[in-house]
């Protein structure tokens, strides 16, 4: 799940209730681990003016068992849920296969924090 920090939330707030909002996952703070954050940059013509993002995100990962048959998804914000390997999400993130719409950045942070707790 994926959501922009509201005023005067924190991020873990923000991603605790992102992932209830499009998931139905009602998990609590000890069961997102904090990966890390990377910078959204990026301007593009919308609408005839130009548009530009900048923004820090927050990654967090919840590692407790997930059935997706079981998941109450937002319709207005989740299409379907599927399973993939990380590392085939990473390299189709990075021929920009339109597939997947995870920024790579951030992949590029679970990687890190996965192979970070593997070494522990």
Same mark, same amino acid.
């Given at each position: 799940?994926? &959501? ?7 991020? /873990? %707030?923000?991603?605790?209730?992102? /992932?209830?909002?499009? @998931? *139905?996952?009602?998990?609590?703070? %000890?069961?997102?681990?904090?990966? *890390? ?10 609408? &005839? ?19 997706? $048959?079981? /998941?109450?998804?937002?319709?207005? %914000?989740?299409? %379907? ?22 920024? $790579?950045?951030? /992949? &590029?942070?679970?990687?890190?924090? @996965? ?6």
């Amino acid at each position: 799940s994926a &959501g922009h920090i509201q005023a005067g939330d924190e991020p /873990l %707030e923000s991603a605790l209730r992102e /992932l209830k909002e499009e @998931l *139905g996952i009602s998990a609590t703070p %000890e069961q997102l681990h904090f990966a *890390g954050t990377f910078p959204i940059s990026f301007a593009k013509e919308f609408h &005839g003016k130009m548009f530009r993002d900048e923004e820090i995100a927050f990654v967090y990962i919840y590692r407790e068992p997930v059935n997706i $048959a079981e /998941l109450v998804l937002q319709t207005e %914000e989740v299409e %379907e849920v599927q399973w993939f390997d990380l590392e085939e999400v990473y390299e189709q993130c990075g021929k920009h296969r339109e597939i997947f719409c995870v920024p $790579a950045l951030g /992949l &590029g942070v679970v990687r890190r924090y @996965l192979k970070s707790i593997e070494k522990n």
